[in-house]
């Protein structure tokens, strides 16, 4: 039903090899709504993505999207039921120009998503409008990482993961991308994106799922996690 979580994860464990990363992670994304995963070095953010996505060969646990459930799907078939993933190092085709890489993108309308084309992309990132023509070799890591976050929206993703979109980027930039996100919220997009930079978070999400040790540990509103320095010294860098 529409009251129901658009993302429910419950019990996810993940493991390389023998060693056990996720031991039970627990959150829920809601229609229209933006969770930050946050959490040190090393918690299992982009394990917990990964996994969420389907990338993670040895995973357990139950996640449902939209009330399917996808926990034994294959990526492929997760992204066709409207997930959208943008991992931490870029993935654009350098040797494709921003047009091309977008149209690598292209997928069919979705019902219920927002309807992506280059020019709603190109208002929402100003930069990349002025350099259409210009192959990726030839692009600053942020403007990549832009790219990256474009082409994702051109398959019309109704929930977009989003693993560490501040990293390695300039100040300016990180502001610029923080806007987007506000603008894909304002768009109705839901968002999980997983941040070491809390004020990134802060200026995005509404409500904030803590990762330490893959686990869970404390989750709520994004404004209360701000205001409770004993809970940000125990599980993040202060
Ligand atoms: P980061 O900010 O560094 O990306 P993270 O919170 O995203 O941190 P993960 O990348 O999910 O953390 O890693 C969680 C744990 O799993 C770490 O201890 C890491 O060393 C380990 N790990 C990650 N990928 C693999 C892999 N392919 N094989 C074995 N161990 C891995």
Do not use: C
């Not at 990349?128 to 019309?156: D, K, V």
């Amino acid at each position: 039903t529409p009251s129901d979580p658009l993302l429910r994860v419950e019990g996810l464990q993940v493991w390389y090899g023998h060693a056990h990363i996720l031991t039970g992670v627990d959150l829920t994304v809601g229609r229209g709504e933006v969770v930050a995963l946050i959490g040190r070095n090393g918690a299992g953010k982009t394990t917990t993505l990964k996994a969420i996505m389907g990338l993670a060969e040895s995973r357990r646990g139950n996640v449902t999207f939209d009330g399917r459930p996808i926990g034994t799907l294959p990526p492929h078939a997760i992204a066709r039921l409207g997930l959208g993933y943008v991992p931490e190092d870029r993935r654009i085709f350098a040797d494709l120009t921003v047009d091309e890489n977008l149209e690598v993108g292209r997928q069919p309308p979705r019902p219920g998503a927002p309807h992506w084309t280059p020019d709603r992309l190109f208002a929402l990132f100003p930069n990349l409008a002025a350099m259409r023509g210009r192959r990726g070799t030839r692009m600053s890591g942020g403007e990549q990482q832009m790219l990256t976050l474009a082409r994702t929206l051109m398959g019309n993703p109704t929930l977009l993961l989003l693993d560490e979109p501040s990293e390695g980027l300039a100040p300016i930039i990180v502001r610029q991308m923080a806007d987007a996100v506000r603008r894909l919220k304002a768009e109705g997009l839901s968002v999980l994106v997983s941040e070491q930079n809390t004020s990134f978070a802060a200026a995005v999400a509404d409500r904030a799922s803590v990762l330490e040790k893959g686990q869970v540990r404390w989750s709520g509103r994004m404004a209360d996690l701000m205001a409770d320095e004993a809970v940000r010294r125990t599980y993040l860098a202060v």
